[in-house]
Nanobody, 117 residues
Framework: QVQLVESGGGLVQPGGSLRLSCTASGSIFSIYAMGWYRQAPGKQRELVAGITSGGSTNYAESVKGRFTISRDNAKNTVYLQMNSLKPEDTAVYSC???????????WGQGTQVTVSS
């Protein structure tokens, strides 16, 4: 049973930064593309950043240039560095292994990011 554990969220002022972490247990982590998703109240979950097993990255237009995804396969961990945060980035952030619109694991609890002055 794979468990995904996200951490690093919090309350930050506009323009601030946060670094999120997601650790996967009990999986062959390194072979999957990993993604960071977010869900704001009343909105659908969206993929904001993805990284392949080889390290290629992709980003939603709304976060391009501000967010950076990375992974450490030895630690089964994927990170999301978020800079220049905006109020519209407020959401619960979660990670998962994915292929196109399919995710492989049950969602973890996520980590709340709130951007507010």
């Amino acid at each position: 049973q794979v468990q995904l554990v996200e951490s690093g969220g919090g309350l930050v002022q506009p323009g601030g930064s946060l670094r999120l972490s997601c650790t996967a247990s009990g999986s062959i982590f390194s072979i999957y593309a990993m993604g960071w998703y977010r869900q704001a109240p009343g909105k659908q979950r969206e993929l904001v950043a993805g990284i392949t097993s080889g390290g290629s990255t992709n980003y939603a237009e709304s976060v391009k240039g501000r967010f950076t995804i990375s992974r450490d396969n030895a630690k089964n961990t994927v990170y999301l560095q978020m800079n220049s945060l905006k109020p519209e980035d407020t959401a619960v952030y979660s990670c998962n292994a994915y292929y196109r619109d399919y995710v492989y694991y049950h969602w973890g609890q996520g980590t709340q990011v709130t951007v507010s002055s």
